[in-house]
């Protein structure tokens, strides 16, 4: 069949006319799961294979509210931290200041969380959520609340404390939780 995958591997050179399916000695197989051998072995791999598939489904659950996750973790903390200056909840969640700039700027937009001159320090702006803020963070709560059950659930009985156990244990990791 002229333009078939195979015959486009031999038109590139892929080859010399024989298909990648072939099966002389050294052919390459693109058929069947990928075998990532020892990389599954390290945890660095797990733990990031497993925290892209978490903020993927995390990102899906909020998008009918139109929040990405670093809107979330911030209103979060705002209405956790309520006059807590912009660099401070900043530096809790770990985003750069001109990034959380750009990220409150667009909250303020929504009507989700406004900042105020703090009134310890009238250089810097002291944050809280508005009620429409408030609002949105309480439907978002329960959307994530419902994500975390169904995470915990795959890990079965015990397995999310056990988890949450585990991960306090990377150094450097327990020092950075809020």
């Known amino acids: 069949m002229e333009g078939s995958g195979s015959n486009r591997a031999a038109q590139r050179g892929g080859g010399r006319g024989r298909s ?30 497993a925290q892209v598939w978490v903020f993927e489904n ?4 909020l998008t009918p509210l139109d929040l990405r996750p670093a809107q ?31 990220l409150l700027d667009g909250l303020e937009k929504r009507g989700l969380a406004r900042r105020s ?3 310890s320090d009238r250089r810097s702006h002291a944050l809280h959520l508005t009620p429409k803020g408030k609002a949105l963070l ?24 056990t988890l949450l156990q585990l991960l306090e244990k990377v150094p450097g990791l327990a020092d950075e939780m809020i």
């Open 117 to 119: 001159r703090s009134q």
């Open 20 to 49: 990648r399916r072939g099966s002389e000695a050294g052919a390459i197989s693109t058929s069947g799961a990928i075998e990532v051998g020892r990389l599954g072995e390290f945890i660095g791999y797990r733990l990031r294979r």
């Open 138 to 161: 309480d439907e978002a709560i329960k959307l994530v609340s419902a994500q975390d059950e169904q995470i915990g659930a795959r890990l079965g009985p015990g397995g999310r404390e």
């Open 58 to 61: 995390f990102i899906r659950t």
């Open 72 to 102: 979330f973790s911030t209103l979060l903390v705002i209405d956790g931290n309520p006059g807590r200056t912009q660099a401070e909840i900043a530096a809790a969640i770990g985003i750069q200041p001109p990034n959380f700039g750009a």
